[in-house]
């Protein structure tokens, strides 16, 4: 399938038997006007199919990802290895709505060696091998929009090809990142530079296939960002509207479940009371609108629904 959901009734071959056995023309007029009153009904009701797929696992240091938060209560719910790191997914979302595949986030990719894998304890490259199981290759992919650019998201954006040459790894795609965003991954200091690659996104300004975007804004239909700073500039959170679907690919403003608590913050969140009005207002929305909220470091619990009791909020997780 092309990544529609169609009625029976839409089916090109239903259309086709139906046509060819209407044999007035008046009719055969009426019956081509009722198809295409269905075909823009489904296309009204249509719901986006979204895959969580992995790129692997990175490790980071459970006190940057955990922040002020003391490592004997963190380390309940995430156990350390014996260099202080918890293992982290590197997920990334496939969504195929209205004959469009769109990838959000890409994971760190295949280009990462030597120190910086060892230190991370990255094992990625998972991406293609994953598409393919959809059924999919990266020419088929028609979008990528990023949450933002640092190298656990945006790593699997290039690739090296026979020639050592850094080019994008989806020849066909635009991909999408928040101006700002941008600006800062090119004007790095001290403390940015360690999670930035240039390597990983400069290309894709040559080959013509960066589209700059300035806030919340619909980047396709169905497909609305929204401006979600404070883990680092021009950060993004994903929000997917179709067929009564609600779903939004969080970033790493909630990079797991655990950081539902308000006051789960990492320590290398770039404006850290930013991120914590942030999550404060995505969370009540999540809760108010049911939306499907989705981790881009989850390893068991990736995705599920916010729910509020007792002026507690708790996820009731789901697989997708
Ligand atoms: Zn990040
Ligand atoms: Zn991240």
Not at 66 to 92: A, C, H, M, T
Not at 254 to 264: V, W
Request: neutral net charge; hydrophobic residues 35%; contains cysteine.
């Amino acid at each position: 399938m092309d990544g529609r959901l169609r009625c029976l009734f839409c089916h090109p071959l239903v259309f086709d038997w139906a046509f060819a056995h209407v044999q007035r023309s008046k009719y055969q007029v009426l019956l081509l006007i009722i198809f295409i009153a269905v075909e823009l009904l489904c296309m009204g009701i249509e719901a986006p199919r979204v895959s969580i797929l992995s790129d692997g696992i990175i490790k980071m240091d459970g006190g940057s990802i955990f922040g002020q938060i003391p490592r004997y209560i963190w380390e309940l719910k995430s156990k350390p290895d014996r260099l202080n790191r918890v293992s982290l997914g590197l997920n990334y979302l496939l969504v195929k709505y209205r004959g469009l595949n769109v990838l959000i986030d890409t994971g760190v990719g295949t280009k990462e060696t030597g120190d910086l894998k060892d230190t991370y304890g990255i094992s990625s490259g998972k991406l293609l091998r994953n598409l393919k199981k959809e059924g999919l290759s990266a020419k088929d992919i028609n979008a990528v929009i990023l949450t933002h650019l640092h190298f656990d998201h945006s790593g699997g954006c290039t690739k090296i090809d026979r020639s050592a040459n850094i080019i994008p790894a989806f020849p066909k795609a635009s991909y999408y990142v928040q101006e700002d965003c941008w600006k800062e991954a090119h004007n790095l200091n001290e403390r940015s530079k360690d999670i930035h690659n240039a390597e990983d996104y400069s290309c894709l300004e040559r080959s013509g296939q960066l589209v700059l975007i300035n806030g919340d804004v619909q980047v396709l239909p169905g497909l609305n960002v929204k401006k979600t700073g404070g883990h680092c500039i021009g950060h993004q959170s994903v929000h997917i509207n179709g067929g009564g679907e609600k779903i939004v690919f969080l970033g790493d403003i909630i990079p797991t479940s655990h950081h539902i608590d308000l006051s789960y913050i990492a320590a290398n969140d770039q404006y850290p009371e930013e991120t914590l009005e942030n999550k404060r207002e995505l969370i009540e929305e999540a809760v108010r609108d049911g939306w499907l909220v989705v981790f881009s470091h989850g390893t068991t619990t990736k995705a599920g629904y916010m729910e509020k009791r007792d002026g507690l909020v708790s996820l009731k997780p789901v697989t997708i």
